[in-house]
C-alpha cells in the first residue's frame, strides 16, 4: 500500500494533483501554493481524534475524523499536516444523508506550506460531511507537536509523551484546520496506554477501559477552541490538588515524589482562578484545571484550556532549594498562563497578527493577580524593569516591528512571540488602562470577553469594547502605538517660565524615524498631588508653569522645584531634559523626593540616551551617583543592569578607565550589600531577599575582593553540606560567580565542584543557577569548556541558553565556539523559539564595524526566515554600539569624571 511521507520533499513546481476543472472547481491543487491562510470552502466542526502513542518506539498511529460543514462547491479539501505519514487509501469523506463513500482520487502534500490537498472525484455536496484520515508519526525530541520527555524514576530513565502546539503544530499530531480562527470541538481517545500511566489532556476522562496491563481512555468532548490549544500528556505523576470557591477541580502533577513542591503553585492557581473570575466577570470555562511540570520544554509554559505544561522551574517550589526569585517566577508564570484561559482561550485571536492581544494582555493582567495576592511584592515597580524597560530596548532599534504584525507563513509565527508583542503589548495596555481608568477599563473587558467568547477578535473588537465603555477616541489613540513601530522622546525645556514640550521618534542609532504618537502626557511639579494630564501630539508648551506648582514657593525651593513628565512612568516613551531641569531631577533623586518608579525611569531613560549619544557617558556616570543609597529593589536591579552594560562598553573604549569604573560601581553597590548582608533577616521583605541575591551577584561579577572571599567561604561551607544555613538559595548565585571569579586552567577547582553540584541535584532551579555561573569566569579556556558543557548530553536542550552568560572576557570565544557548533545547534534549536537566543546573545556584545561585516559574512549562507528579525535587531545593537563605543573614546571630561567619582566615598 503506498503511504504519503508529508515531510518527504517534492520537486518544486511538481503538482500534486491531476489539474482538472471545476469553480473552486476551477482549482488546480497548485492554486493552494504559497498562501499563507487555507483556504474557507470546508469549515471544521468537531474532530474525533483517536492516538495510541508508543512510548519506548517513539511513535504513534492515529486517525481523526473531522466533521465539516462544506460551504462552497469544491473538489478539494485543503488542511494541514507535517511530519505524518499518511494512508491515502484511508483518506474518505462520507455525506450524512448519503451512504455514499467519497474515496480522495489524490492526496498531494505541499510539504513547503505543511498542507494536504485531498482530490475528490466529484464536487462534494454542500453541508455537513465527515472528513477520515489514518495517519503514522513520530514521537520527536524536538519539544513541540508530539514529543517525549525524559523522566528517571526509580533510577531507571523513561519516556514520556507530551504535545505542544503552539503556533503550529498540531498538524504535526493529527491533520487538522490548524489556526486560530478554525475553532471546533475536540473528543480524543488514548488507546493502548501502559496502565501504570497517568494520562491527562484538555477534558476530563469519560471512561477508561483497561485490556490486560494496556488501557483506552476516553476523554470528554471539548468546548469550541482552536487547535493550538489541544493537548495530551501521558507518564507517570504524583499530583495534589484543590478546589476553588466554584468547586472548580485544581492538580498539579509533577514527578514522583516532587508533589509538596506543587503546593505553592496549587494555591496560586485557586486564588488566581478566584480572582479572575470577578475581574472579567466570567467564571473559568471548564470544569477541572490540569497543570503539568514537563522536564523538556521550550518555553515557561503554555496555556493549553484545561491541561496548563509548564517548564519544571516555572511551576515548582522547594523550601529549601528555591530562591524569593523563583518564587516570584512561578506565581508570575501561573498567573500568565490561568489569564489565557479567558483572554486566548475562551476569546482568541483572529490570526498571529493579533498575537500580542493574547501575549500582552496576559502579560499584563499577571502583575494585576499578582499584586492582588502578593501586595508586598510591589510588582507594578518590578513591571516596570521586567516589561516596560525591555519593550523600550527593543523598540529603539530600526529593526524592531509594529505591535500588529503581517505574518505570511507559518514559519514566521514563532519569531513574533517576542519583546515587542509581550513586553511593549503589556506596557501599552498599562498606559491605555491608566488612561481610560481601572473601573472602565474593567468593564469593557468584561463586555469585550462576553461579545467575543468561544470565538475570535482582533485588536479592533478590543477597542470597540474600550470604546464605548470609556467614551474616548481609543482606536485612535492606541492605533499610533499598535501599528507603528518604535516610541518617541519628549524632550523638554525650559525657557523663562514657559515649559516646551515636543516628540520625536527615539531611535538607539541616532537616525531620525518619522514616527509621530498621541501620547498620554502626564506631568508633577514639586511634588505628586499637582498631577496634571493631557493628550499631547507634536507640541505642547506650558506658558506659566509656575501655576503647576500645588504650592508657587515650592517653584524656587530648590529641593521642591523639580518638573517630572511621564509621571510613574505610565507612559511608553522616553523623556529627555534640559540640563537644568535634569540636575533638579537628580537633586530630587538624591534627596528622596521621587517615587520608585519614577527613580527608576530616570535612570532606564538616561542610560538609553547616552547609548544613543544624546548624553555624554560623563553626564550619565555622574547622574548614577545620585544613586548611592538606593535601597529599592527593582530601581537596584535596573541600575546592576546599567552598570553592566557601562563597564562593558568602558572595556572597549577606554580599558585604561576600567579600575576606576569598577571601583565606582563597588561603592554604588556597598551601601545596599551592607544593609542587606549576606544572611536572611527575620521578617525580612520579599524584594529584599532578592535584592540580596541581585547584589551580590554584581559585586561579584565586579570582583569585588571581600564578596570574593566571603562567597567561596560559604560555598565551601554548602559542598560540605547542600543545607547548610550559609548558603541560601537567594544568595547561591552570588557564590557561584564569586568563586567563579579565581578559576582558571590550572586553578580548575571551583569549577569542578560547581559541575558536581549540578550533576547531583535534581531540581532544575539549582541547575539553571549553576550553568548561568559557569561562563561568568574571566579565563577564557574554562569559558570554552563551560560553553560546550551546555551543549553536552548532560544539560536538557532547554537549558542551553542560560550556559551563555558569558563575561566580557568571553565574548570572541562564545562568538568561535557558535561559529563551529553552528551545525549542531541549528539541528537542535533551529526549528525552534530557542534559536534566536542564541544568536542574540553571542552577537550583540559586540561593538565593532568588522564584527558587523563578520557577522553578516557568516550568515550570508545560513539565515532562515525563523530567525531573520532576530538576526537583523543583533546586528543593529553591535553597530549602535560601535557609535557609542567611538563616542566615548572621543570624550574629553571622561578621565577627570571617572577619577572624581572613583574615589568618592559612599
Ligand atoms: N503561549 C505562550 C507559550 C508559547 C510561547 C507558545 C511561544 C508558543 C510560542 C505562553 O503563554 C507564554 O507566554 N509563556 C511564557 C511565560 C510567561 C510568564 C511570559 C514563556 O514561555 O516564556
Ligand atoms: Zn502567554
Known sequence: MEVLQVHKQRKPGASTSSDSSQSSREATSSQFKGQPRLPKFAVPKRYDIHLKPDLKACKFSGSVSIELDIVADTRFIVLNAAHLSINPASVSFNHPDSSKVLQATKVGVVEADEILVLDFAETLPKGMGLLSIRFDGVLNDQMKGFYTSIYEHNGEKKNMAVTQFEPAYARQCFPCWDEPAFKAKFKITLLDVPSELVTLS????MEKKENGHLKTVYFEESPLMSTYLVAVVIGLFDYIEAHTLN????????????????????????????YYKDYFDMPYPLSKLD????????FGAMENFGLVTYRETALLYDDQHSAAANKQRVATVVAHELAHQWFGNLV?????????LNEGFATWVSYLANDKLFPEWKVWTQFLDHECSEGLRLDGLAESHPIEVEVNHASEIQEIFDTISYRKGASVIRMLRDYVGGQKFQNSLASYIKRHAWSNAKTEDLWTALKEGCDEPVNKIMNSWTKQKGYPVVSVKMKNQKLEIEQSQFLYSGSHGKGQWIIPMTLCCGDYESRKSFLMEKKAEIHDIKGFFSDTDKSSDPARSWIKLNVDQIGFFRVKYDEALGAKLRYAIENKYLSITDRLGILDDSFALCMARQMSLASLLTFLGAYQEELEHTVLSNLIKITDKVGRVVADAKPELMNYIKQFFIGLFLYSAEKLGWDPKQGESHLDAMSRGDVFTALAML????TLIEGTRRFHAFLENRNTPLLHPDIRKAAYVAVMQKVNTTNRTGFESLLRVYRETDQSQEKVRVLGSLASCPDQGIILEALNFALSAEVRSQDAVFGLAVSKEGREV???????????????????????????SVVSPFASSEKVKEVKEFFTSRTKPSMARTLKQSIEQVEINAKWVQSIKNEKQLTETVNKLAIRKY
Not at 484538555?202 to 476522562?205: C, I, R, S, Y
Not at 497543570?291 to 521550550?298: E, G, H, L, S
Not at 570582583?703 to 571581600?706: C, K, L, R, S, V
Not at 565556539?817 to 530557542?834: A, E, M, R, V
Request: glycine share 8%; with cysteine; proline share 4%.
Open 703 to 706: 570582583g569585588h575582593e571581600e
Open 291 to 298: 497543570m503539568v511540570a514537563i522536564p523538556d520544554f521550550a
Open 202 to 205: 484538555n477534558m476530563p476522562v
Open 247 to 274: 468547586g472548580i477541580k485544581v492538580r498539579v502533577y509533577c514527578q514522583v515524589g516532587k508533589s509538596n513542591q506543587g503546593k505553592f503553585a496549587l494555591d496560586v492557581a485557586v486564588k488566581t482562578l478566584e
Open 348 to 356: 482568541t485571536m483572529e490570526w498571529w497578527t493579533d498575537l500580542w
Open 814 to 840: 562564545a562568538w568561535k565556539w557558535f561559529k563551529d557548533n553552528w551545525d549542531p545547534i541549528w539541528k537542535t534549536y533551529g526549528s525552534g523559539n530557542l534559536v534566536t537566543r542564541f544568536v542574540s
